[in-house]
């Protein structure tokens, strides 16, 4: 397993952006998925964002389309989430994660078995 460490979530204003940070340790085969995932209190871990290492492609949920970007800088081994036009319903604790394909697709919490201990990202409106 890979080992993931989260950073750059923060307080920011609606409207506002952020980044956030996965530096990934261990070996990153090209067929794994890279992800990132959120979990607001009471609410059930979604995927907001994931990419193919292979392929560099990339799927989105719904909710952040257009707002959110995932990427890979491949000389320092990081994945990023760039979150613009944040809104109050994107506070959570931010997760980077890392798998392989399954039968549960790509944003699903079931795909990925390496898990980074998170990130709090807090928007106020």
């Known amino acids: 397993q890979v080992q993931l460490v989260e950073s750059g979530g923060g307080s920011v204003q609606a409207g506002g952006s952020l980044r956030l940070s996965c530096a990934v340790s261990g070996y990153t085969s090209p067929s794994m998925f890279m992800a990132w995932f959120r979990q607001a209190p009471a609410k059930e871990r979604e995927g907001v964002a994931a990419?193919?290492?292979?392929?560099?492609?990339?799927s989105y949920a719904d909710s952040v389309k257009g707002r959110f970007t995932i990427s890979r800088d491949n000389a320092k081994n990081t994945f990023y989430l760039q979150m613009n036009i944040l809104k109050p319903e994107d506070t959570a604790m931010y997760y980077c994660a890392a798998g392989y394909s399954g039968p549960w697709g790509v944003l699903n919490r079931r795909t990925y078995n390496s898990w980074g201990q998170g990130t709090q990202v807090t928007v106020a409106s």
């Open positions: 990419l193919y290492i292979s392929s560099g492609t990339t």
